[in-house]
């Protein structure tokens, strides 16, 4: 059997094991890279090492543990607060009022399970509380967290900037991030159309509520119209403390840094969290165990094999397949809808290290743009994480509010996942390949 084949059957097996056994796939890939590279490559073990990506690793810790420490000192409860009071605590905006803050949260850095974990719970408690359907408020959520998952400063916007210009491609963070965004922020509005039309008749909440007494604070539907909780650092209705201002302020400063002067997202991320730990040390007690080691360690082992990929040349391989197709852009609809796919049952942020290198030869054959390409493929790869078989789908569905029963919130969630896992794809396809920018 050729390195190519071996290659790829260990990158199937890859997502079929993550997917069925509870095994972090990054540990899976490990194994992979370090069986695929001694056994059917020859490659020395510092070889195997060498091809995980130190920069997306360090970028991952920064980014993360300045989020953990904006969660600890309420930054987060205050973001949240602050966006309901800015539409007045209007019940019909609460859902975009959730949309906004996940996706504010994936675009300073929050992993996009992490920011659905923070805003799901409060956002189906508001939907059992007053009448707003539970799908609605639990996919807007999680398409927030897409939205905002593209930006420069965010995970998934790492991803896909480093793949692209380690693979010497072209890169246009903004265009990536803009095209997430709107096909985010119009998968929402459709949403709304069809299961929010009722929602004008809503009352008002009080925005003096937080993410950890977001269950025990919420009245009963038919209760009262104003809910409070006084829990967590900044709670109620003081005003922004010292350390809240100075983290926004750092936040401000890491993305003006990497976007204005070029400068490494890692290391600038992990300076405002070491200067903010330094500041503020009691508030900032825990936050190092905070960072998403778990996500740290599956960029780490998928990366790797990623390496051990390109060595055997898989990413060819496909590519060119792909590229077989009558024109390149039929190989790129292919591509999304094999991302999407498998995104839909395995993690996206794994998946995205791999997808975008398969896509090379068909990107050096065709006249698409690479970073049209490379925007398909990232957003047609994660939009379909409104899947219960995703993490930010079954955080949803594990947090529904009473008024509806598991299997049946599991069962819309899966029929809407099914309907953007075979739309999506598609429409991200015709949106942003086909114009051939």
């Known amino acids: 059997m050729t390195p190519e084949w071996v290659s790829i059957i260990a990158l199937v097996l890859l997502f079929v094991v993550g997917t069925v056994l509870p095994i972090n796939m990054g540990a899976l890939a490990f194994v992979a890279a370090w069986l695929v590279g001694m056994f ?6 510092k070889d195997i090492i060498g091809g995980m990506s130190g920069d997306l690793v360090l970028t991952l810790v920064g980014v993360t543990y300045l989020f953990a420490i904006a969660k600890n000192n309420g930054t987060v409860d205050l973001i949240v607060r602050s966006a309901v009071k800015l539409v007045g605590g209007r019940v019909a905006l609460i859902p975009w009022v959730m949309f906004g803050v996940t996706a504010l949260l994936t675009a300073i850095g929050a992993a996009s399970p992490a920011a659905c974990a923070i805003v799901g719970p409060v956002a189906l408690g508001f939907a059992g509380a007053f009448g707003i359907n539970p799908l609605l408020m639990g996919m807007f959520v999680v398409h927030g967290a897409q939205a905002g998952g593209f930006s420069p400063i965010s995970i998934y916007g790492t991803i896909t900037n480093s793949v692209m210009a380690e693979n010497g491609l072209p890169t246009n963070e903004i265009a990536v991030f803009a095209v997430s965004f709107v096909v985010n922020l119009l998968i929402a509005a459709l949403l709304y159309a069809v299961l929010g039309r009722n929602l004008a008749r809503g009352g008002r909440v009080d925005a003096a509520v937080d993410t950890d007494a977001a269950h025990a604070s919420l009245p009963s539907p038919g209760g009262a119209t104003a809910v409070s909780a006084e829990t967590g650092a900044g709670a109620g209705h003081g005003k922004a403390t010292t350390a809240q201002l100075i983290t926004l302020f750092m936040f401000i400063a890491v993305a003006g840094l990497s976007l204005v002067f070029d400068k490494n997202i890692g290391f600038t991320s992990i300076t405002g969290a070491v200067l ?31 390496a051990v990929l390109e060595e055997a040349g898989a990413p060819e391989y496909v590519g060119t397949w792909a590229a077989g197709f009558s024109t390149a852009v039929l190989g790129a609809l292919v591509l999304c809808y094999v991302g999407g796919i498998v995104s839909a049952f395995a993690s996206s942020t794994a998946l995205l290290p ?60 899966l029929g809407y996942a099914a309907i953007v896992t075979l739309v999506g794809p598609l429409l991200v396809w015709a949106a942003v390949v086909l114009p051939g920018w």
């Open 276 to 306: 903010l730990t330094a500041m503020f040390p009691r508030e900032q007690k825990g936050a190092v165990s905070q960072i998403a080691w778990a996500t740290v360690l599956l960029v780490a082992g998928v990366s790797t094999f990623a």
């Open 40 to 45: 059917s490559l020859d490659m020395k073990e």
């Open 354 to 413: 791999i997808i975008i290198p398969i896509a090379i030869p068909l990107i050096r054959s065709g006249d698409v743009s690479p970073v049209a390409i490379a925007a398909a493929l990232s957003v047609a790869s994660t939009i379909v994480d409104v899947s219960p078989y995703s993490t930010n789908g079954a955080l949803m569905v594990a947090n529904r509010p009473d008024t509806i029963t598991e299997e049946r919130f599991y069962k819309q969630v």
